[in-house]
């Protein structure tokens, strides 16, 4: 039990200062320019982003954090951060955003970026490939199912080919080839 | 009646055949004409857009292109491709300098976006354009009350200006059928599905948080409308069982089953064995 009076160890800093020099400025305005990022300025940091996330509470940097770091121009971090690529997509904090923020939608043009630069998780990469080489995501295993419900045998109307030749020569392409 | 283009994405197909012939069976008996659209591309998922933004516009806009040679709006039963093709569209439509390079683009497969074609999910086309009394009265067995969970998915709620869609509508609908709608504290939380690749165990945890909801408010039934949502609901409560050590006994149905089933249509047609989790007891529920 501590004792009135007693002195507490307390650390050196409560938080660490930026350190400006490392900051990228340019970085709010690559979002900003990148689709639905327009908003992106007008946050005030309310957190209401973070309380309508599912999942904000095992989330190191919350949604507001990444927010107010990329407008503060803190890319490396927020490009490297493991919470862009757990982001549900469930459109709960964009839709709450009193300030017309596009949450779900700049952490989307944020895993653009940090696929660009190479820092996207093995098994998202494997889903490209999927579409690269087979043109589609799920493949018909029983076809019996489809033929006791009178549906023609394969997925209707898809057209495989179109799928890899358009992302062919997109970055889906240049990713799956391993380049970038 | 009318004429639709239906855009099927790859996993109605391959994992759920039981929805997409529910989906053509209520909708013939309503006489819309469904036609499956030729030569289109799979929508690439929130997967996709994550990591190729540009070429997840692309195939998405070339898919709308070539509704819009058909003249027919454009109808899908996956919130998936429901949610991609309609954000591509929402973003064609706003932004002329995007749609103009991406316009460039499809001009080398003689494609035009041209936006006349709007995408629309079957239960927004059963809601808005045969509408609840039409449906009312074709009701030849409804249900006894039973009470029904929804989820709906997010991307057909949300974004609500780029949907267009609420919750009322597949409320409505289940309640048409003579089901109770069955309120739930989770109604709005996420399935998991989008995260499955990237950590499976938080996956499940959605999944399992969201049964558990809704079992807890008294569900004896749940209905989803998207193809990744009943993955998440439907075939991974069987594996509850060792990850959690607890058995839901939730069955999942597709809103056209229990519509189809309502509307006189017997469980081989509405695929009712294909569901994993049995839902054969609603068999049970018809009020005569």
């Known amino acids: 039990m501590t004792e009135i009076g007693e002195k507490k160890e307390l650390p050196d800093v409560f938080i660490d200062p930026i350190d400006m020099s490392e900051l990228d400025r340019g970085f709010r305005k690559e979002i900003q320019s990148m689709p639905n990022g327009e908003e992106l300025s007008a946050c005030f940091a309310c957190s209401t982003c973070t309380s309508a996330c599912p999942i904000a509470n095992i989330w190191e940097i919350k949604p507001h954090q990444l927010i107010r770091m990329i407008i503060l121009g803190i890319r490396e971090k927020v490009l490297s951060s493991k919470e862009i690529w757990l982001c549900l997509t469930c459109f709960e904090c964009q839709e709450r955003c009193p300030q017309g923020v596009r949450v779900t939608d700049i952490f989307f043009d944020c895993k653009n970026l940090a696929t660009e630069e190479g820092m996207i998780p093995a098994s998202i990469v494997a889903l490209g490939k999927e579409l690269i080489e087979k043109g589609q995501l799920y493949t018909v295993t029983a076809d019996w199912e489809r033929e006791d419900l009178d549906l023609e045998p394969d997925v209707p109307g898809l057209s495989t080919d179109a799928v890899k030749r358009v992302l062919g020569s997109t970055r889906t392409g240049r990713l799956v080839k391993g380049g970038r | ?288």
């Open chain 2, 1 to 288: 009646m009318s004429t639709y283009s239906v855009y099927i994405g790859c996993s109605v197909p391959a994992n759920y055949p039981n929805y997409e012939a529910s989906m053509y069976k209520v909708a013939e008996l309503f006489g819309l004409t469904l036609e499956y659209l030729e030569d289109v591309a799979c929508c690439g998922s929130p997967n996709l857009r994550a990591m190729d933004y540009w070429g997840w516009t692309l195939v998405n806009a070339r898919t709308l292109a070539i509704a819009d040679s058909t003249e027919h709006d454009i109808v899908t039963p996956c919130n998936g491709c429901f949610g991609s093709l309609k954000d591509v569209y929402h973003l064609l439509k706003s932004d002329t300098d995007y749609r103009n390079r991406i316009n460039a683009e499809l001009e080398r497969e003689g494609l035009e976006f041209r936006g006349t074609s709007k995408p629309r999910h079957f239960i927004e086309v059963l809601y808005t354009d045969v509408g609840l009394e039409s449906i009312r009265k074709k009701i030849t067995k409804p249900f006894d009350g039973i009470g029904i969970a929804i989820h709906y998915g997010c991307h057909l709620l949300r974004p609500g200006d780029v949907t267009e869609i609420t919750p009322e509508i597949l409320s409505e609908l289940v309640r048409v059928t003579g089901a109770d709608v069955v309120e739930y504290a989770l109604w709005k939380q996420c399935c998991g599905a989008t995260v499955l690749p990237v950590d499976e165990a938080l996956a499940i945890r959605l999944a399992r948080d969201k049964l558990k909801s809704m079992k807890d408010a008294g569900a004896a039934f749940a209905t989803v409308v998207c193809p990744a949502c009943c993955n998440q609901l439907d075939l991974q409560q069987l594996g509850l069982r060792e990850s959690y050590g607890e058995q839901f006994d939730l069955p999942i149905l597709f809103y056209p089953q229990i519509l189809g089933l309502a509307l006189g249509l017997d469980e081989d047609e509405v695929g009712l064995g294909m569901n994993r989790v049995p839902a054969k007891p609603i068999l049970q529920h018809f009020s005569k």
